[in-house]
């Protein structure tokens, strides 16, 4: 049954990820905003909502809202900028849902985008470290990496991770990426690779670490009666939006080593779009770590807790297994553009909804599960997208 | 310089003092004024032993700006004696390989160095192994 006020992804855009020097950030938001309202037939936003997380410290440019609705030609329209750390496009992608369900806006343009490369070396590094507790966490030196470190270290010895457990994951996070255009890393890796690769954060070597890269991508929301008659392209409805947040700091949780914000998000993303995990035709996780593409697979319910490097090893999650996970290379490979991850996530399994994922292609996929965490799952968004037919 | 943003926290960082629930004793570091476990208001004070145990560990080498100077450096997660975790760097580990469960101890040392010669130095709790005497 079509319901008229279903909230439907309309358009997309995606730059590659990469080292983008000589390109600025409002450049690369306004192309990905170019690209995405140029595919949903021309749509005009009446809301943009910037997902970013750490433009005011590594481009000393806050108030993005404002800057990437003149600079694409949209001055006058509602513009604000959604900071939820690294998972600021996920959440500005479920304000953008909020707005558009509640009837005041009817296209929504979300755009998500971070520059890495205006700030390098230690400064980035203690920019990074801004998402975590900085009284409790930061000052003592803990970055993001060391706090995954800190959960892969203790994983291993509650479960009896065997060695190389959760190489897995960036073996076939790197596989997909070789086919996927707008990845930052284009070449399928070794185990013998992995491997010999130099420790970053004892325990998590350098393809236990997404890269940080340069990246913008955009969304037009809008409801499903507003789209135009006769497009061939097939409706992407969004089911589920939810949003959890958990303790800040690490420290804090009777249960490091449990994604519980994760958690209740996906759970309560089931509830909302009415399915059950096994109904999943593909997740596009947030594997920032491969600790966290293992914790993340046990909080969505496909693994039980302490199992979910073994869906990487027995390769359930590669395009044929049974939950095939990171479909375009996910972070590890595609590149983690910070903020702008979550809309990269929402593009990706759009594009795979519509069957246009390339090399990648899940045949006859249906269902997406997408979650976009800050930090240990600090903060938690999921989202179900749904091929209409 | 951010002078008033440490200074006020120098009980946290010289001597462990966290916060009790009055309503469920909980105890909690860093402190809390609100029980995230039965919502009361917290004011009372509770000062940490400074013992605990490893819970995990790991050792950096890619370091933020602040702490170029002492990488690579081990930080933890140590389980205080009383229950909460605490976040901190381990020191004075000589030839000790630090491992899960072993027993440690709070010290004072410098955390970081804010800026140039003239900056601010910041100091506050690391661990180091138990002593034996």
Redesign the interface.
């Given at each position: 049954m079509v319901n008229k006020t279903d909230i439907v992804i309309a358009g997309v855009g995606q730059l590659p990820i990469a080292e983008h020097w000589e390109t600025s950030l409002r450049s690369m938001a306004i192309r990905a905003i170019r690209a995405a309202i140029t595919d949903s037939g021309n749509l005009k936003p009446q809301a943009i909502l910037v997902g970013n997380m750490l433009a005011s410290t590594l481009s000393q440019q806050a108030h993005l809202g404002t800057l990437l609705a003149d600079y694409s030609g949209l001055s006058g329209i509602e513009a604000v900028t959604i900071e939820a750390g690294g998972a600021s496009g996920g959440a500005a992608l479920h304000q953008g849902f909020l707005a558009v369900s509640s009837g005041q806006v009817e296209v929504a343009l979300i755009v998500g985008v971070e520059k890495f490369t205006d700030t390098v070396g230690s400064e980035g590094e203690s920019a990074i470290s801004t998402i975590e507790d900085a009284d409790y966490e930061a000052i003592h030196g803990l970055t993001p990496t060391a706090q995954a470190a800190l959960l892969a270290r203790r994983y291993g010895h509650e479960y009896k991770l065997p060695a190389n457990g959760l190489a897995g994951f960036p073996l076939i996070a790197h596989a997909n990426g070789a086919r996927n255009s707008n990845a930052m890393y284009r070449k399928a890796i070794s185990l013998e690779t992995y491997q010999k690769a130099e420790l970053v954060c004892d325990p998590l070597n350098l393809y236990d670490v997404a890269p940080l890269g340069d990246g913008a991508a955009a969304i037009i929301l809008t409801r499903r009666d507003l789209l135009a008659d006769g497009s061939n392209t097939p409706v992407i409805r969004i089911a589920a939006s939810t949003i959890n947040s958990d303790t800040l700091s690490l420290a804090d949780r009777d249960d490091p080593l449990w994604f519980s914000a994760a958690q209740t998000s996906a759970e309560q993303a089931y509830l909302s779009a009415g399915i059950k995990p096994q109904q999943v035709n593909f997740f596009e996780y947030h594997d920032a770590y491969s600790i966290f593409a293992a914790l993340s697979l046990e909080a969505a319910g496909f693994a039980a807790r302490g199992q979910g490097w073994q869906l990487a090893d027995n390769r359930s999650i590669s395009l044929t297994g049974k939950i095939p996970c990171a479909t375009q290379g996910g972070l590890k490979a595609r590149g983690y553009p910070g903020g702008g991850t979550g809309i990269y996530q929402a593009v990706e399994a759009t594009l795979q909804l519509r069957g246009l994922a390339g090399g990648n292609q899940i045949p006859n996929s249906k269902t997406a599960l997408i979650q976009s965490l800050s930090g240990p799952a600090s903060i938690a968004v999921t989202h179900i997208l749904v091929r209409e037919e | 310089m951010e002078i008033a943003?440490h200074w006020r926290?120098k009980k946290?960082r010289y001597n462990l003092v966290g916060s009790i629930c009055p309503n469920c004793k909980e105890k909690y570091f860093?402190p809390r004024e609100i029980c995230?476990k039965c919502s009361s208001e917290i004011s009372d004070e509770f000062a940490f032993s400074g013992n605990g145990e490893i819970?995990?560990?790991?050792?950096?080498?890619?370091?933020?700006?602040?702490?170029?100077e002492?990488a690579p450096?081990s930080?933890?997660?140590v389980k205080l004696e009383e229950g909460?975790?605490?976040?901190?760097?381990l020191t004075d580990l000589g030839d000790t390989q630090p491992e899960?469960g072993m027993r440690v101890e709070m010290v004072t040392r410098r955390?970081?160095s804010d800026g140039d010669e003239r900056g601010m130095l910041?100091y506050?709790y690391k661990f180091r192994p138990l002593l034996r005497i």
């Open positions: - | 943003r926290l946290q860093p995230p819970y995990s560990f790991t050792l950096m080498y890619d370091a933020p700006s602040g702490f170029d002492t450096y930080v933890a997660l909460p975790l605490v976040t901190a760097q899960i955390l970081r910041i506050g």
